[in-house]
């Protein structure tokens, strides 16, 4: 099983949001200097994050993206079933035809981590990041790099 880059930055950009949602809406391009993530690849993700209802946009001056709901109620599974990530562990993708078209000896196996791993993330929602100090510290890092940058340079952007 492999979480890639789609979740983890989809992941990480709804945190963002979420740690920055009380200053209003929040500007994808502002969450791309802060997280390295490239600005078309983040509008990728939102536009299906919004398509999911989990966050809605604001258009006009002062527009960007704010949560749907609140922290408590969305929940780190949710946002990786909106951007299309697949967090199956089988080699099948949960299809059964593991071995030459039938299913495999360690098939119920896989099938069954890949729940608990949903499970888990199902468990885990943007409030009970926000409120970890770790989280808190690296986001208040991140905001004094931003103004130590300045808006005019932005640092190298990742995808």
């Known amino acids: 099983m492999r979480l890639t ?16 949602s ?3 809406p929040v500007n ?6 802060r997280q390295e993530i490239s600005l078309p690849y983040l509008e990728q993700l939102f536009s299906k994050l919004r398509r999911a209802s989990l966050v809605a946009s604001v258009r006009g001056p002062g527009g960007g993206y704010e949560l749907n709901r ?4 969305l929940f780190v599974s949710e946002i990786i079933d909106a951007v299309d990530e697949s967090l199956d562990t089988t080699k099948c993708k949960g299809r059964g ?4 078209g039938v299913t495999c000896l360690t098939h119920h196996l896989w099938t ?3 729940q608990q791993i949903h499970g888990f993330l199902s468990g885990i929602s943007l409030a009970d990041l926000v409120s970890k100090t770790e989280v808190r510290q690296i986001a208040e890092g991140q905001d ?3 103004i130590v ?9 990742h995808v």
């Open 70 to 73: 609140v922290q408590e109620a």
């Open 22 to 24: 009380s200053q209003g």
């Open 144 to 146: 004094r790099q931003k």
């Open 149 to 157: 940058i300045g808006e005019g340079q932005s640092p190298a952007v």
């Open 28 to 33: 994808l391009a502002e969450i791309s200097m």
């Open 97 to 100: 035809d593991c071995q030459g």
């Open 112 to 114: 069954d981590l890949s």
């Open 5 to 20: 880059t789609k979740g983890r930055y989809a992941v990480t950009a709804m945190l963002d949001l979420a740690l920055h």
